[in-house]
């Protein structure tokens, strides 16, 4: 007698075939356009940038920020495109289903520099609020008309206060982190 739902390896064939046909589609959707060379310019221009001037006295503490972010910015995204709340027609790597162009460059980068600069509460959140502003309202809904990011079951709106929320929750863990290496 049959299940009634799919067996693992009726997955696990859909899967390999389902990646096939992402490979094709990358290597001849998104591979040299240019929504590829921009993804590929704003993963790399903004870790050039950001080494040239980050506080080399602070790398520590800064690159712990970052990574933690990272690892938060991933898992959300992760989440996000599996929810089927939105998408990316076009990829820098066919094998990361995320926007790791954004997530891994330009959005870490920002949120580092912003850590960098702003150590006060009050400050980092004020700071935070205009960035999510700006990456909410300007480069989500541009990335959006160079059909970059596809909002399947999202708004713009709902990205705001995550935008500062996750920045706040790694600044706090990362404050924790430090007192109790102090200890």
Known sequence: MKAAYPSYDEIRSIEYKLAEMKNEYWLHHDVFT??????????????????RYVDKNRL????????LLMLLVGLLDDIGVNAQLWSYPYQL????PRLA???????????MTVYQFYTKWKSFIIVNL??????????EPLTVWLNIYKLDNWKYIYSLP????KAVFVKWLVQRINTMNKV
Request: net charge negative.
């Open 34 to 51: 240019f929504q590829w060379w921009l993804l590929l310019t704003i993963f790399i221009l903004p870790w050039i940038l950001w080494w």
């Open 130 to 139: 205009v960035m999510a502003a700006i990456f909410t309202f300007i480069f």
């Open 93 to 96: 790597v066919q094998a990361i």
């Open 101 to 111: 162009a954004i997530d891994y460059g330009i959005l870490i980068v920002a949120h």
């Open 162 to 165: 995550i935008y500062v929320a």
């Open 60 to 67: 520590k503490d800064i690159v712990l920020f970052g990574s």
